[in-house]
């Protein structure tokens, strides 16, 4: 059975900075892209960053360049994503997902939440 | 980037009723449009890929169509349990960016 378990949410003051991880199982991780996809509460789904298979190429929202930094350890299958600089708009539940190449698959995890707030 | 619009932001439709959403993107992203439906307090599930390819698992009454930038969702015979937010999804290049999603509720 495919898993994609994230881990790492919790509450922080702004300013603050938290990793999260993203534990795959049932499949291999290093053969696809991966991303991470976010929703505020009572919001929509928006994309926060992506990474290739290799990890050579990584990709970000506009608006979170330079603050957030995925990467990814293909021999532990997991993903990351280092967040700093935190802001009350990035409250929010942080899926890590495999959201492109569909023809072999779709997953998403259950989210983890981050509350940034003082 | 690519921006993604939808419509109607919001509809409600009685059961057995024929429902469409469109998607439009702002350039040509070929057929690389995903649809998704997401159930109150539930992960997001993949409905549609390719534009119109169903995902296995997925009732038949849901069906997608478009190629280019003008993209549709159509649930032919809307069930109680359809009831969701419904997004599109452009995955040709980052950004992949979501629609602003549409919410469907029974009259």
């Known amino acids: 059975e495919v898993q994609l378990v994230e881990s790492g949410g919790g509450f922080v003051q702004p300013g603050g900075s938290l990793r999260l991880s993203c534990a795959a199982s049932?499949?291999?991780?290093?053969?696809?892209?991966m991303n991470w996809v976010r929703q505020a509460p009572g919001k929509g789904l928006e994309w926060v960053s992506g990474?290739?298979?290799?990890?050579?190429?990584?990709y970000y929202a506009d608006s979170l360049k330079g603050r957030f930094f995925i990467s990814r350890d293909n021999s532990k299958n997991t993903l990351y994503l280092q967040m700093n600089s935190l802001r009350a708009e990035d409250t929010a539940l942080y899926y890590c997902?495999?959201?492109?190449?569909?023809?072999?698959?779709?997953?998403w995890g259950q989210g983890t939440l981050v509350t940034v707030s003082s | 980037d690519i921006q993604m619009t939808q419509s109607p932001s919001s509809l409600s439709a009685s059961v057995g009723d024929r429902v469409t959403i469109t998607c439009r993107a702002s350039?040509?992203?070929?057929?690389?449009l995903a649809w998704y439906q997401q159930k109150a307090g539930k992960v997001p599930k993949l409905l549609i890929y390719?534009?119109?390819t169903l995902q296995s698992g997925v009732p038949s009454r849901f069906s997608g169509s478009g190629s280019g930038t003008d993209f549709t969702l159509t649930i032919s015979s809307l069930q109680p349990e359809d009831v969701a937010t419904y997004y599109c999804?452009?995955?040709?290049?980052?950004?992949?960016?979501f629609g602003p999603g549409t919410k469907v509720d029974i009259k």
């Open positions: 997902a495999k959201i492109t190449s569909y023809s072999s698959g779709c997953y």
């Open positions: 049932g499949f291999s991780i290093s053969n696809y892209v």
């Open positions: 990474i290739s298979a290799s990890g050579s190429s990584t």
């Open positions: 350039q040509v992203i070929s057929n690389y």
């Open positions: 390719g534009a119109s």
């Open positions: 999804q452009k995955y040709n290049s980052a950004p992949l960016t």
